[in-house]
């Protein structure tokens, strides 16, 4: 995909996973984008440790998930315990992703891992740089931005994207509200290194009358203390932060924990408040809000860093689109439409999950100890919550971008496109037979459409699914990689460390069938290519041809036996 050099940039305001995320969609798509963060070096230490299944996919197919998996600790397992009774275990391994665990990685490493991966698509963070004020317009944004030296620059972009954090100048500057509650309590974060009596691909979460802790294993006996602080903090002297105490993890754990865990060193701690707000609007003119400066919510589930890399991926695209493509600027409302519902949901099971896990008597602590235990026992109950800790499940068939027509299996548009081994019968480079993943063949620069069909396919097939590919290779100038997969061969079987479902299991069995892969990794359209072309047609230039493009008449239908 070329994208004119003279394009305006994307100004992405703010350093974290989400500003870089949206930094690396929007460079990979080869859109000019400057990424600006006040603080003159990285954080040292931060609170974002859990990385999710859907997340390690989503950078599979960006190219940089090596690293995390390198670097990670890995944890299969999730114990809820109450009053020191296992109330429940949840395991992920059943999950069908490559990756059926949380990743547990400081956020500063993420943060190192993101820098790296941006810098070879040419992209570098400017530091020391702060955002004073902006103004918006019809065709672009001026910035006014200040830099450690006191220069100023003002900067023509088309776009600004507020990845600022909670404290964000963007939503200060627009007179934004940031709704919701602050809660009562405190909470205290610990790195320490613990002795303790299970293994460490599994964390736990212990409640009790006298509060919250929970347990989450970096590897060789180091672990993330996290534990709500009901008292006041203490008393620091003016101009310092107040720190936790190794005496003061030594109790929490001691009163919390109930079981044989003993505590050696402490390499870090903090304090901090929990706020439950939200933006109402994620879209301001041609301002657009992205993880801690749209949503702010309790730590519970490690969820809040995972939402906001993947909402700068569902708005990377569709910038990169709208910008550099031409396609039409409503693309860019269906950035709200997709993702609020999602924060609002992720805001409103984080407060219950802390509420649950706080309680000391009445209905939720009922809830606990007694009815959540039997539900978790139930096997559809237990994958659906793998599903949604894994962040699996979010899918947006509900979209006005989904278009959806029956298959015989497979997964739904608007869900996500799910991985599996298959043969590649030709692709973008021309026949290249032999095997392939579709995580690997999808690029997310670009819409991917996947072609199902058998190795047998009749000549007089062939030629109807050629000319089905021409007809949709025509709306996505630069923007289209066409693969034609089949399953595997009979008795061929995959190789050492190829294991994986197959495209059956994946997406069905009917041939031939098409599936219309977002470059967000989520399935937009899926149908049959001889009746659901003309709709495919006009779904596609409604929403993402570029606005001079007009067809000189509607497609005609696609006669199989042609």
């Given amino acids: 995909m070329t994208v004119a050099s003279s394009l305006a940039p994307v100004l992405v305001v703010g350093a974290g996973p989400t500003g870089l995320a ?106 020391g740089v702060e955002l004073l004020e902006f103004t918006q317009g019809s065709a672009g944004v001026n910035a006014d931005l200040r830099y450690a030296n006191g220069r100023h620059e003002v900067l023509r972009c088309a776009y600004l994207i507020a990845a600022d954090g909670a404290h964000s100048t963007v939503r200060h500057r627009l007179g934004m509200q940031f709704e919701g509650e602050t809660m009562a309590q405190s909470f205290l974060l610990a790195d320490l290194a613990l002795t303790t009596p299970w293994p460490e691909d599994e964390f736990h979460v212990f409640a009790s009358g006298d509060g919250l802790a929970a347990l989450f294993p970096f590897g060789r006996g180091r672990f993330r203390l996290i534990a709500d602080h009901k008292a006041m903090l203490p008393a620091a002297p003016e101009g310092t932060i107040p720190v936790p105490t190794l005496d003061e993890c030594r109790a929490i754990v001691q009163q919390r924990v109930h079981h044989p865990v003993s505590v050696s060193d402490m390499t870090w701690g903090s304090y901090f408040g929990i706020n439950s707000r939200m933006v109402k609007q994620l879209r301001e003119q041609r301002t657009f809000f992205v993880g801690d400066a749209a949503h702010v919510h309790s730590p519970a589930g490690a969820q809040g860093m995972n939402t906001g890399i993947q909402e700068a991926f569902n708005l990377g695209w569709k910038l990169a689109r709208v910008h550099a493509l031409g396609a039409p600027e409503r693309l860019l409302d269906t950035y709200h439409a997709e993702r609020y519902p999602i924060e609002r949901l992720v805001l409103q099971q984080t407060s219950f999950m802390t ?36 962040e699996l499940s979010i899918q947006y068939r509900r979209s006005p971008l989904t278009l959806d027509r029956t298959l015989d299996g497979g997964p739904r548009a608007g869900e996500r496109a799910p991985d599996a081994l298959v043969h590649v019968v030709d692709g973008p480079l021309g026949p290249s037979p032999g095997k392939g993943r579709i995580f690997d063949l999808h690029d997310p620069a670009c819409f991917s459409l996947f072609v199902l069909v058998d190795e047998d396919t009749p000549a007089e097939q ?45 997406y069905g069995r009917t041939r031939p069938a098409f599936y219309l892969v977002r470059p967000d990794g989520y399935i937009c359209t899926r149908g049959r290519p001889a009746s659901d072309l003309n709709a495919l047609l006009r779904h596609c230039e409604t929403w993402f041809a570029p606005t001079r493009y007009t067809a000189s008449a509607p497609a005609a239908p696609i006669d199989p036996d042609a």
């Fill in 355 to 390: 509420q649950l896990v706080e309680a000391d008597h009445g209905p939720l602590k009922l809830l606990r100890e007694r009815v959540m235990p039997a539900l978790v026992a139930l096997g559809p109950l237990r994958d659906a919550a793998r599903q949604a800790v894994s």
């Fill in 22 to 127: 949206a930094a690396m969609s929007l460079a990979r798509a080869q859109v000019p984008v400057r990424i600006i963060d006040r603080a003159p070096e990285p954080a040292r230490h931060s609170r974002a440790i859990g990385v999710q299944a859907r997340t390690l996919e989503l950078f599979e197919q960006h190219r940089c998930v090596e690293p995390f998996l390198d670097l990670g600790h890995r944890a299969h397992v999730a114990n809820l315990y109450s009053n020191g009774q296992r109330r429940a275990r949840l395991d992920f391994d059943p999950l069908l992703t490559r990756y059926p665990y949380l990743i547990f990685i400081d956020q500063t490493v993420t943060e190192r891992i993101l820098t790296e991966h941006l810098a070879t698509l040419g992209v570098e963070i400017e530091r």
């Fill in 462 to 506: 062939r030629a109807m699914l050629e000319r089905f590919v021409e007809a949709v290779e025509r709306l996505f100038p630069q923007a289209l990689r066409v693969w034609r997969i089949a399953g595997l061969p009979p008795g061929e079987t995959p190789r050492a460390g190829e294991g994986g479902p197959s495209l059956d299991e994946s």
